[in-house]
């Protein structure tokens, strides 16, 4: 009987909904090597019927994700006002790293003439770059070094054949790449020593023992003496066509 009371009117405390604490953020695309960079993410657990989170990424408070090698903070902020961080608030962090790529340094073939004293190296050949890199002549300010493993510039130590070319960069320090010189194999080729020989004119007297035939190099643009320390007479041999003359 609503006689037997009486109401002062005061009305009740308001009922409260408290956005939802997520749980165990899972990050994703956070590292990577240079030139494979991605725009990372995070989901969590605790989130309702698939609700989409509305979140907004930024890396060290820039809207797109770096591309250069080094660590960086990444954060993600929940939009939806229904949901809360962990930790409370509406942000997240993590860190985003890029590591070096690598990239391998090939010497290009070469030749060379036997006993030639100074090599012409042809170069080298860079692969793996990344982005536009390619065409910033990162590396010309670097003098490569090429060895032709076993073969003695100048001197019968290093005969005709082929021989594994190695390389060195020296001070060569990019950012963005781990730098690894590659040998090539049989590279670097040694081809025969062209020598062109003169011999001299001998007449004789019937009957007279005959001299020994004598030569000499001849000096021209396209033929090499013969080194110093390799025994001619090991190399050729001169006599006549048939039998001696008499």
């Known amino acids: 009987d609503m006689g037997n009371y ?56 820039a809207g797109a994700h770096p591309v250069d090698v080094d660590t960086y903070t990444v954060e993600a902020t929940i939009g939806n006002p229904n949901y809360c961080a962990p930790l409370g608030g509406r942000t997240v962090q993590a ?42 002549d990162l590396l010309a300010a670097y003098t490569p070094e090429f060895t032709a493993e076993g073969y003695a510039a100048g001197s019968a130590s290093g005969p005709v054949g082929s021989y594994d070319i190695s390389m060195k960069l020296p001070g060569a320090v990019l950012r963005n790449y781990t730098i690894e010189c590659v040998p090539l194999d049989d590279g670097f080729t040694v081809t025969a020593r062209p020598v062109t020989i003169g011999i001299v004119y001998q007449r004789t007297t019937y009957g007279d023992v005959l001299d020994p035939l004598t030569w000499h190099v001849l000096e021209r643009d396209d033929s090499y003496g013969i080194l110093a320390e390799d025994d001619a007479s090991q190399i050729f041999t001169l006599g006549f066509e048939g039998e001696d003359p008499v």
């Open 6 to 61: 009486s109401f002062d009117g005061k009305q009740g405390d308001a009922y409260t909904i408290v956005p939802k604490r997520l749980t165990d953020p899972l990050w994703s695309n956070n590292s990577a090597v240079y030139g494979e960079a991605q725009d990372a993410s995070v989901a969590f657990d605790g989130v309702l019927k698939n609700e989409d989170l509305s979140l907004t990424y930024t890396y060290d408070g």
């Open 95 to 136: 860190d985003y790293t890029i590591t070096k790529a690598t990239l391998k340094l090939t010497p290009n073939a070469a030749t060379a003439i036997y006993g030639t004293e100074k090599i012409d190296w042809n170069g080298y050949t860079a692969s793996g770059w990344k982005y536009e890199d390619k065409g910033k």
